[in-house]
């Protein structure tokens, strides 16, 4: 008697179509999961982000309840007379009376001298290196050392000198020390130059003078200087550029062509004008008051590490 039904010697396996339908829902899955994924890990990072701002503002609020005020953020460093100065912008200011220039705490008899020598007759308030516990010179170091303050602890700060962001040679253009130190963001658009590293950009700093009353658009330096914020504060370390870039510039800069071939000036608002629009605060009738007219302002660079774009993180709005 014939089998009614003979077994195949072929195994069950999917066709061809079945693969295809399989592997199309998988990339349409992982399509939507993507931007998703991406936008909480941006969400994360701004939380990040504001929380470091928290950070330094309460340190910020304590060293103005010592020193009867903020930081001073002007472009130039302390020396005197006026002539001498040199540049010292905001963010290395707040970088120091953060974390001090050495990264061992502010000194009370700081000026904000760029080279540290503001002690009793030129004495260095930041020896580097520092002396051998041997020497002669140790005790006084360590009376320095139990006069500073730290204001801002190293694992918040996210603290860089200037030549692990930048080389040296921009760094040199611009008129700044390779050693001049800076507090950085929590995003890793930039890699260290000493260790490969991701690492953020510095956090720019501006502080108010609430004897001012004005918040103008303009290019005209008398008008600038009636404003609460000078757009001045941090321009040169702005000019230095994208350390990832030898040739474009921020859109805050003050000259040159940006990442995306925009003409600073040109097809772009001035330099002051945008770094005054984004910080007008929009909720005063006269409209012409910045947001935290009486404290001071902190930025970041945001996701994209350049400033003046809208990814920047302020330390006002939500």
């Keep these: 008697m014939k089998r009614v039904c003979e077994k195949t010697k072929t195994k069950p396996a999917f066709t061809i179509i079945e693969l295809l339908t399989v592997m199309s829902i998988i990339v349409i899955l992982i399509g939507l999961l993507v931007p998703a994924l991406t936008r909480v890990k941006r969400y994360a990072r701004l939380v990040r982000q504001k929380a470091q701002f928290h950070s330094i503002g309460v340190a910020l609020d304590l060293f103005s309840s010592e020193y009867d005020g903020y930081p001073d953020s002007d472009q130039l460093d302390g020396r005197i007379p006026p002539e001498v100065r040199v540049p010292y912008c905001g963010a290395m200011k707040l970088a120091e009376a953060m974390v001090g220039q050495d990264f061992k705490g502010f ?10 020598l503001d002690g009793p007759g030129g004495a260095n308030l930041y020896p580097y290196p520092a002396p051998a516990p041997a020497s002669p010179q140790y005790p006084a170091y360590l009376e320095n050392l139990r006069a500073r303050h730290m204001y801002l602890q190293l694992e918040n700060a996210n603290a860089y000198t200037l030549d692990t962001i930048y080389a040296p040679a921009d760094i040199a253009a611009i008129g700044f020390e390779p050693n001049d130190v800076v507090l950085c963001d929590v995003y890793n658009r930039v890699k260290s130059k000493k260790t490969a590293k991701g690492i953020g950009m510095p956090i720019l700093y501006y502080r108010a003078d609430p004897a001012n009353i004005g918040h103008v658009i303009s290019t005209d330096d008398n008008v600038l200087e009636s404003n609460i914020y000078d757009v001045q504060d941090n321009q040169a370390l702005i000019n230095l550029g ?16 940006t990442s995306t071939g925009a003409v600073i000036g040109l097809t772009l608002p001035a330099w002051p004008g945008l770094f005054y629009e984004k910080t007008l605060n929009p909720k005063v009738p006269t409209n012409d008051r910045p947001y935290r007219a009486d404290s001071y302002l902190l930025l970041s660079a945001g996701f994209d590490g350049e400033y003046g774009t809208s990814d920047d993180i302020w330390n006002f709005g939500e």
């Design 107 to 116: 000194h009370p008899d700081s000026r904000f001298r760029r080279d540290g």
């Design 242 to 257: 994208l350390p990832w870039s030898a040739a474009p510039v921020h859109p805050m800069a003050s000259d040159g062509t």
